[in-house]
C-alpha cells in the first residue's frame, strides 16, 4: 500500500474511495502533455522532461514534480492532493483514489476484460 493509500485508510475514507486507480486513462493523443503544462502553470515550476519517455505512473510524474519544486515547498502535505486534482482533471478520472502506482496510459485491467467478455459472449455495449 502506498503511503497515499495508507494516509487515505487512517482519515477513514470508505473502502471504495481508497480502491487504487488504475489508470489515469490518458489515450497518448496528447491529453498527457495538456495536464503535465498545467501542473507547471499550478506548482510554478519547469518539469525536466528529459525522462518523461520513462514515466508510465503517477509517481514517475510526482517525483519529477518534487525534483523541480522548492526544497522548502516539497514537504507540503497538499502537494499531493493537489497533483491528483490536476493530473485527473483532464480525462476525469478519481482523484481521490490516485496512487503512485497508477498508470499515466492505456485502458485498466477491468476494462479489457470487460472488453474481452463482450466479444465472447457478443454482448453490445
Known amino acids: 500500500m502506498s503511503d497515499h493509500w495508507h494516509l487515505a485508510y487512517q482519515v477513514g475514507m470508505p473502502p471504495a474511495q481508497h480502491m487504487p ?3 489515469v486513462g490518458f489515450g497518448g493523443d496528447g491529453d498527457q502533455v495538456d495536464a503535465f503544462l498545467a501542473l507547471e502553470r499550478h506548482f510554478g515550476v519547469d518539469l525536466d522532461d528529459t525522462d ?7 509517481g514517475h510524474v510526482f517525483s519529477a514534480l518534487l525534483r523541480a519544486t ?3 515547498q516539497q514537504d507540503r502535505e497538499e502537494n499531493w492532493w493537489e497533483f491528483a486534482a490536476i493530473l485527473c482533471e483532464e ?3 478519481d482523484a481521490s ?7 499515466l ?5 477491468s476494462f ?3 472488453r474481452w467478455l463482450r466479444k465472447v459472449f457478443r454482448i453490445d455495449g
Not at 496510459?105 to 485491467?109: V, Y
Request: glycine share 10%.
Open 97 to 103: 483514489r490516485l496512487g503512485s502506482d497508477t498508470l
Open 112 to 114: 479489457i476484460v470487460a
Open 21 to 23: 486507480l488504475e489508470t
Open 70 to 72: 522548492p526544497v522548502d
Open 52 to 58: 518523461c519517455a520513462e514515466w508510465r505512473t503517477a
Open 91 to 93: 480525462t476525469g478520472a
Open 105 to 109: 496510459l492505456g485502458h485498466s485491467l
